[in-house]
């Protein structure tokens, strides 16, 4: 059987926030089958994971260009997701299976099995697969068990507080028994956190004149762990308030993404004095901790400790809106495009 | 026996670079005996460590002075040194000992016993007690193998690379087997950091116009290792060229003492894609490295495989020039001021 394939694609590499123009919706033609010999495995695609780290693939020149790989206008864009098997050549996937890892920003993806996983919903949402227990599930639960290495007790600051990632530091951190106070760009989101996720506290950091004495002020007894996902100012503030052998985990800057200039300058005196220490880190270097996030993140969830935000757009076309809208603070909680109903 | 203590002390806080104007010798009368009952410890100072920290000690408000002690205006300054003991009320010690840790800049020190021990010499110059094997030499030892984790063949980079501690990091990345580039502040600097200590290659910070491209053409393969003893623009330089993994042990920002509002502003996606980890330190966390330390460094230097780079002034009145000179660059290697002779 052969379809039309639509996929979106970037019109040209992208500096600065990335608008809705700046993609295109491209078709080809597929053939639903695969050739006798061929490793392929056809995917229909149902739910795709929109993240901000997509832009520094865009972008013209970035040091992301060397560790991952830059993306081609017109050509398809590779991105975690899931899918189910309709044909394949490989023989360790099967046609009905659903598959759970690297799929593309389109409504079928061609694989070679590389970074893909045959997946068990575990009788959840397959979209749960896609956020809470995915790449921004793993790389938010190994940002803060290992990169942080948290005490209970312990005061922890989140930023994107209600984005993919920060949402589940900060829930984890409470479930750790942590005082955790999460920054976001609206009160609704502030409520949010606090109302239902259970945050200590949370603030609306467009509302902050002054970031280190807000800072100062949710934190009285200083900041043991920051977990960064935004850059520039919040991290120099966060910095001034760290207690005594603070650690921050840089997970994302996502102030910085559209912006090249736009750097954090975090107080070096602090840096030393307190024996701070900042360490980036990717998710990547953390899959063998894939087992355990997922066992312990379902426990939560059912023993209703944990909560999941998704939010979830509808159709291939939304795409670059989802995407632009990431740089607009438009989402809460994980970014998800559904493709396609099964 | 009643004398005369002549010591430095500051005229008012310092803001900038220290002059020597900023500074003034008193004088006070001092009884080298100790009344019955007495805990104190009456100490000829011999040598003094003069050393730039002590700068953040002197400004009005720094993060440094909650976490070390301010100084006050027309007071004496506690400071690292050599000095041996004219009268003592303390069990621990004699008169006749030599000491090292805390006495001060002057001519005599009272001391209660706080940060002070016996010094056996071992035959050494006492005045390697004070850089060599004192303070600058244990933040060395301890900034290198302890926080940098380094590992045979590493590529080190090292900022104010023939200052006190800057000297000693690079002997000892050389004596593990590393790559070692050293910069400095003029050729004949450059010239003593490759033909006297051995490291493989030196260059003078004054002329390099385009940091990151200098860093780069030392350092082809990327840096594994920076010791940064300056802060600013050659710690964002050194990120841009890292390795993978590339770990930063912040042991001074010297660029940064005297203008509060200079900053390193490091890529965070370099952070962030290659895993960097930026970690403050304070030798005063490895204090149980003490003794290893010292045997391992008295091995090298028996051995002829390290050398000992003083630069040394005399009598306490140079105390002023020798501290405002190491923010000119003024000094080769460790400054330390001998206020007398036994």
């Known amino acids: 059987m052969e379809v039309t394939n639509k996929y979106i694609a970037i019109k040209a590499q992208i500096e600065g926030a990335p608008e809705e123009s700046d993609f295109e919706v491209k078709t080809e033609h597929l053939f639903l089958s695969v050739k006798p010999g061929s490793n392929d495995i056809i995917i229909k695609n149902l739910y795709i994971s929109i993240d901000p780290y997509q832009l520094n693939r865009m972008k013209t020149v970035s ?12 050509e398809v864009i590779d991105a975690f997701g899931v899918g189910k098997v ?4 490989n023989s360790e996937f099967e046609k009905g299976d659903y598959v759970a890892g690297v799929i593309s920003w389109g409504e079928y993806s061609i694989s070679q099995g590389f970074m893909l996983r045959k997946l068990d919903p575990m ?9 809470l227990l995915g790449i921004s599930g793993l790389t938010a639960y190994a940002g803060f068990f290992e990169v942080c290495k948290p005490n209970k007790g312990e005061k ?3 930023s994107a507080a209600s984005g993919s990632i920060g949402n589940l530091v900060g829930q984890y951190a409470k479930q750790l028994g942590c005082y955790v106070v999460g920054c976001a760009g609206s009160t609704k989101k502030v409520n949010l956190l606090k109302e ?10 467009k509302e902050a004149t002054d970031l280190d004495a807000t800072l100062q002020r949710y934190f009285p007894d200083g900041i043991d ?13 966060a910095v001034s308030n760290m207690n005594l052998r603070g650690r921050v985990a840089v997970c994302g800057a996502i102030s910085e993404y559209t912006s090249a200039g736009k750097r954090a300058a975090p107080d070096m005196l602090n840096v030393i004095y307190k024996r701070i220490s900042i360490q ?11 087992p355990e996030f997922v066992s312990t993140t379902i426990d939560h969830i059912q023993r209703g400790k944990m909560h999941v935000l998704e939010d979830v757009s509808c159709g291939v ?3 670059p809106s989802a995407f632009a809208g990431l740089f607009r603070g438009y989402n809460v909680g994980k970014k998800i495009v559904k493709v396609s109903d099964e």
């Not at 309709?86 to 050549?89: E, H, L, R």
């Not at 239902?196 to 950091?205: H, S």
């Not at 762990?225 to 503030?237: H, K």
């Not at 980036?280 to 894939?290: A, E, P, W």
């Open 225 to 237: 762990i920051y977990f960064d996902n935004v850059g520039a100012e919040m991290l120099e503030a």
């Open 63 to 74: 040091v992301s260009r060397s560790y991952t790989v830059g993306l081609t206008p017109g």
């Open 317 to 319: 076309e939304t795409i």
């Open 156 to 158: 922890v600051f989140v």
């Open 280 to 290: 980036g880190f990717l998710v990547g270097d953390y899959m063998s901790l894939f």
């Open 196 to 205: 239902k996720l259970g945050f200590d506290e949370a603030f609306n950091y």
């Open 123 to 131: 009788g959840l949402p397959l979209s749960y697969h896609v956020g």
């Open 86 to 89: 309709i044909a394949s050549g």
